[in-house]
């Protein structure tokens, strides 16, 4: 779990999803919407990136049950390009969220995220 996090969202090294991903996996996430399949997930993260290109997630607690793993992070980030329809504001950002995987025979079969985005929102001077 930590590897999803250190490789393939901090570092942006796109083999690392296809690596840790189930072909089938599901992605939720309320910042890039819904993905299916590595390469969608990579799409989507793609598109944080580019809005945040130093994003860094900062893993603060990991649980694992079974096949069901929880991470509590903390992201924080630049708002350099476009992100939401908003444009960039050089502003950084920090939001708490926690992520609900599902994992079977080695990779993520299943990604839910739940994290402060309307924090994120308020961050980069959306009025809301």
Known sequence: ML???????????????????APDVAYFNPATGTARGPEGVL?????????????????EELIAE?????????????HRGPFRG?????RTVEIGGSTHYRVAGGKLTEVRVFADFLGLLRQIGVEL
């Open 3 to 21: 590897r999803f996090y250190e490789e393939a969202l901090n570092a942006g090294r796109e083999e690392a999803f296809t690596e840790l991903l």
């Open 43 to 59: 799409a989507a993260i793609r598109g944080l990136r580019a809005a945040f290109p130093d994003l860094r997630y900062t893993v």
């Open 66 to 78: 079974g096949d069901r793993v929880a991470a509590r992070f903390t992201l924080r980030g630049t």
């Open 86 to 90: 908003r444009a960039a504001t050089g």
